[in-house]
Every structure is written in C-alpha cells, then in structure tokens.
C-alpha cells in the first residue's frame, strides 16, 4: 500500500462516453501528477499539479480535462476518447521539498475504449 | 533537457543469475536518480534512489551507485529470482526541471526463468 489510491481501476467505456478517473492520496503531499502508459511506449507525464494548480499539460488533446480540486485529490475527466487512447493511467504524488522529490504512485486504471 | 537512456529489453536470465540493467543519464545540476519497478499488473514501485554523487541505493538484494563521472545508475543484483520479473524503470528528478517531474527511461523487462 503506497498511499496513493486510483478508481476505478479497470474501465471499459465507448468513444462517446464520458467518465473520470480519481486518485487520492493520504501522504500529505502537495504535487500530483497523470501518466500514461501504453504498450510498448515510454511512460508520458500528462499533467503536473502543484499546490492544486496546474504547472504542466504536456499537449495532452483536450477530450482529457484534470482537475485538481484540493491536494488530496486530482481528477481526470474523459469524453470523446479514441481506441488509440487505450492505455494504463497512473497518478502520482510527491512532497515537493529540496531535491529530494520522490514520487508515489497508485496502482494505476487499466482503461480500455471500443 | 535533461533525459534517462535505458538497455533495451526484454532480459531474460536463468534463476540465480548475475544482473545488470544499465542506466545513463544527461541532466545539468544534480539530480537524484531512482529505480522504479512495475509488476505485471501493478502500478510503479520505487526500489531504491540515490541523491548525491556516489550515493548507493540499495533495496531487495538490488543496488545501484551514482556515479557522476560516468553519468550513470546502473542496476545489479547479484541472485535473481523468478518473483523478480518486472519492468524496471530509472528515472531522475531535479537537475535542471523544476516542480519535481520525473524524467523516466524507456524501462527494461525482466523475464527470469526458473
């Protein structure tokens, strides 16, 4: 148990759905960020939250919308996703002091779009 | 910017033998350098980090050294077992980003075969 919870943490869903991932975190910690990891592909950071606001979208398409509404907790709203969107989906948490910045990662939500 | 090369995988290795991923980094300051693994299924776990020049991490029979002149992280273990079967990621933070992103390798998989 890292601290970091994700749910849900399978998700099968059509391209006109619209669905959210939520992960939570119970470190204290005052970052949180989104992967992704597909097959075959290096691990991508999607977004960067510090101190609930947004310092990073690594041009992420917008059918992804995070939020971040306190720093315990951080959403990934879907809509419109592509079966190319199909993916593993970490979040991430991190107490961001000196330079130490060790991250947390939750067990991630296998998501998977027909 | 700064970024983690990675030895390709997949690693296959017979049970208690001898092994090495190696690690390469490119990052101006000083970093601190992590090994994450994933198990099948799993999210990412850290294994072990280092946060100053000859530092060496050590967890779970692994071990890796920072070393600064070489610019390198490279992972050992002297005895692999098959539960070591992973995916196993060097990262590093700080150096010249900010806001604690990891920068990741490409990661590695290890298939051990009793």
């Known amino acids: 148990e890292t601290g970091v919870t994700q749910t849900p943490r399978h998700l099968v869903m059509g391209m006109t759905n619209k669905k959210s991932l939520k992960c939570e975190q119970h470190?204290?910690?005052?970052?949180m960020y989104w992967y992704k990891q597909s097959a075959k592909k290096p691990l991508e950071l999607m977004f960067v939250?510090?101190?609930?606001?947004?310092?990073e979208n690594n041009s992420v398409p917008s059918r992804f919308s995070p939020e971040c509404p306190n720093s315990s907790h951080l959403f990934l709203h879907l809509h419109t996703l592509q079966p190319e969107d199909s993916a593993l989906y970490l979040c991430?948490?991190?107490?961001?002091?000196?330079?130490?910045?060790?991250?947390?990662f939750g067990p991630g939500t296998r998501l998977t779009v027909l | 910017g700064d970024s983690v090369t990675q030895m390709e995988g997949p690693v296959t290795l017979s049970e208690e033998a001898f092994l090495t991923i190696n690690c390469t980094y490119t990052a101006t300051g000083y970093p601190s350098l992590f090994w994450y693994v994933q198990y099948p299924g799993e999210g990412l776990q850290l294994l072990l980090k280092a946060t100053k020049a000859d530092d060496k991490g050590s967890n779970k029979g692994f071990e890796a050294t920072y070393r600064k002149e070489t610019t390198s992280f490279h992972l050992e273990k002297g005895s692999v077992q098959v539960s070591d079967s992973a995916v196993y990621f060097c990262?590093?933070?700080?150096?010249?980003?900010?806001?604690?992103?990891?920068?990741f390798g490409q990661g590695t998989e290890l298939s051990v075969k009793p």
């Open positions: 991430a948490s991190c107490l961001l002091a000196g330079g130490n910045n060790e991250q947390f």
């Open positions: 990262a590093l933070t700080g150096g010249s980003n900010q806001g604690g992103k990891l920068i």
């Open positions: 939250y510090n101190f609930k606001e947004q310092t």
């Open positions: 470190l204290g910690h005052n970052a």
